[in-house]
């Protein structure tokens, strides 16, 4: 694989959320679901990439409420964004999706993984000053790379993702190592090069992606804005330097060894470096 091809396939899922071209079956819509016993999990690491087993929603009283999960993790954009069928739905901001930064709906080793994510929650702030629950960080993520607004903590939508963490939740969480410093201050004006002659013929020369349909149709996107009003906004974890050039270095093009990635350690921080310093929605602090 060419350089070019390499990177191409990198950036298609940086953005904050919206892979479209890993998306995996999609379950049915779910009714509400009073409370019951957790869904049994997998005991062995789960694989829902597209050269794995897939999910499977499981059996009992609570596989439509995973099902669910699994498909708000996926098609983020389409259940709760802001060109969902249902005005009371629309919690996201932008049409991304969660795993596009979480791959393989959160199961890939070295993309953001969620597997074994519920074992950290409840902890308690860097302040010291109050507990963080899975709901809490969930929500963190809906304000921040989703760019919307917080889900009711009692919600339909809020139960589905807790309970899909849950049923990934038994293997303990991955350990990622960290990330390397460049051989060199990384450099926006060289990333910007990169982009152009490697990434812009997907994402656009303005950043903007490129829908799957057209805007309005609650589709998504088949290469995702890395900047601008429909991406993740200042306050996300993907606009942070060193987490974008990791994700970058250990996971593009998809399907790379992370032991041996196809891009260098410099041109995974200079593109980091690019997209960081490019326009984007304020975080919700500063609205």
């Given at each position: ?79 709760i964004g802001p060109e969902a069928p249902d005005p009371a739905k629309r919690f996201a901001g932008n049409n991304l999706s969660c795993q596009n930064c979480h791959l393989d709906a959160g199961t890939s080793r070295t993309g953001l993984t969620l597997v074994g994510s519920v074992r950290k929650y409840p902890w308690i702030s860097s302040d010291g000053k ?158």
């Amino acid at each position: 694989m060419t350089p070019r091809s390499a990177a191409v396939v990198l950036l298609f899922l940086i953005g904050a959320a919206a892979g479209i071209a890993v998306l995996g079956a999609n379950p049915p819509p779910s009714k509400p679901i009073a409370s019951v016993a957790p869904a049994p999990s997998p005991s062995t690491w789960p694989d829902y990439s597209l050269n794995g087993p897939g999910f499977v929603a499981p059996a009992g009283p609570q596989g439509e409420l995973v099902a669910l999960g699994y498909k708000l993790v996926t098609e983020t954009f389409s259940t709760i964004g802001p060109e969902a069928p249902d005005p009371a739905k629309r919690f996201a901001g932008n049409n991304l999706s969660c795993q596009n930064c979480h791959l393989d709906a959160g199961t890939s080793r070295t993309g953001l993984t969620l597997v074994g994510s519920v074992r950290k929650y409840p902890w308690i702030s860097s302040d010291g000053k109050h507990e963080v629950t899975l709901r809490d960080r969930l929500n963190e993520c809906m304000t921040h790379s989703m760019n919307g607004k917080p889900l009711p903590l009692e919600s339909q939508e809020m139960d589905a993702f807790v309970a899909y963490l849950k049923f990934i939740g038994d293997p303990p969480a991955q350990h990622t190592p960290a990330m390397p410093h460049p051989p060199v201050l990384a450099n926006a004006a060289r990333g910007a090069e990169v982009y152009a002659r490697i990434c812009a013929a997907c994402h656009q020369p303005d950043g903007l992606g490129k829908r799957i349909g057209s805007a309005n149709d609650g589709r998504g996107y088949r290469f995702p804005p890395l900047w601008g009003p429909d991406s993740f906004n200042a306050t996300a974890g993907m606009n942070y330097v060193s987490i974008a050039a990791q994700f970058v270095w250990r996971n593009m093009p998809r399907g790379v060894d992370p032991r041996h990635p196809q891009l260098d350690l410099q041109q995974a921080w200079d593109v980091a470096a690019f997209l960081h310093a490019q326009p984007r929605p304020p975080g919700p602090a500063a609205r």
